[in-house]
């Protein structure tokens, strides 16, 4: 039994070891074939290892292929392959600010070419992917905002625009939702090197109107009710009873559109207080 067991193990052990000198073996082939390609002097040929790398979703090298032969195919018919897939393979390799450039690129040279609705498309779906934190620079957010737009109104009829919207939506949200977060700063610093109470306000105001469809409405009219509440409650004497009636209407703005808000409790607290100083 030992000895079978034994005889088992070494062939397992044997077969094991051909199938990796044949890994590795096919590997050292297809590295030598990617080495001599890109010393090719061959257009055609390293513009059909790309397709084929591409095919293959062997995107850096793809790129290497597509990117080598782009000035010399330009100008010719193959040019405007050429341009679309080395801009998709940037795509895959997920560098969504190169695709975006050279899918720009395509567009500049071929407004009305064979991939124009789809390249405009992923224009704006790069910018939509590169969108970062609401906490960070919104560079990204209103050039997708921007680009979406455009492809909804170029391609009114195109079956990706329901997803175009979704995304705008989203975009809007989070420029809405930036406003809410620079909101909720100036009304903790207070009275802090001026009056940030009246910053709170105008910035969420301004928001409710750039994005009066936003999700974050509520908390929007809310931090607006409270920053008045709060600046109310820091007046001198002369001008506490006409700040608290315009935190009671205020409160009446919040609570018609949203009678079942997340903030309705705190709201109501801040109503009676505001009504024991008016009384």
């Given at each position: 039994m030992n000895a079978q067991f034994a005889m088992c193990n070494s062939q397992c052990i044997i077969m094991n070891y051909k199938l990796?000198?044949?890994?590795?073996?096919?590997?050292?082939?297809?590295c030598g074939e990617y080495v001599r390609l890109q010393k090719s002097t061959d257009p055609e040929e390293k513009f059909q290892a790309g397709k084929n790398y591409f095919q293959e979703k062997k995107y850096a090298k793809s790129i290497t292929m597509f990117e080598e032969i782009v000035p010399y195919y330009r100008g010719t018919p193959q040019a405007e392959e050429v341009l679309?897939?080395?801009?998709?393979?940037?795509?895959?390799?997920?560098?969504?600010?190169?695709?975006s450039e050279y899918f720009q690129a395509y567009l500049r040279n071929f407004p009305r070419g064979t991939y124009a609705q789809e390249a405009r498309y992923q224009v704006a779906y790069c910018y939509y992917l590169d969108s970062p934190d609401a906490r960070l620079d919104q560079e990204a957010t209103y050039d997708a905002i921007n680009a979406l737009s455009e492809f909804i109104s170029v391609y009114p009829e195109s079956g990706k625009v329901?997803?175009?919207?979704?995304?705008?939506f989203e975009m809007e949200d989070k420029l809405a939702y930036k406003e809410l977060l620079n909101s909720k700063l100036y009304c903790n610093l207070g009275l802090y090197g001026g009056n940030n109470y009246l910053a709170c306000v105008t910035t969420a105001e301004n928001a409710l109107m750039d994005y009066p469809e936003t999700k974050y409405r509520d908390d929007l009219l809310f931090i607006i009710l409270k920053a008045?509440?709060?600046?109310?409650?820091?007046?001198?004497?002369?001008?506490?009873?006409?700040r608290y009636s315009e935190v009671i209407d205020e409160y009446y703005r919040y609570a018609n559109a949203f009678p079942d808000g997340k903030h309705i409790k705190e709201a109501n607290r801040i109503l009676r207080e505001a009504k024991n100083i008016v009384k």
């Open positions: 990796i000198i044949i890994l590795l073996s096919l590997l050292l082939t297809s679309y897939l080395l801009a998709e393979s940037y795509m895959g390799q997920k560098d969504y600010y190169s695709a329901a997803e175009c919207r979704k995304m705008l008045k509440s709060k600046e109310a409650a820091l007046s001198v004497a002369e001008k506490m009873k006409e």
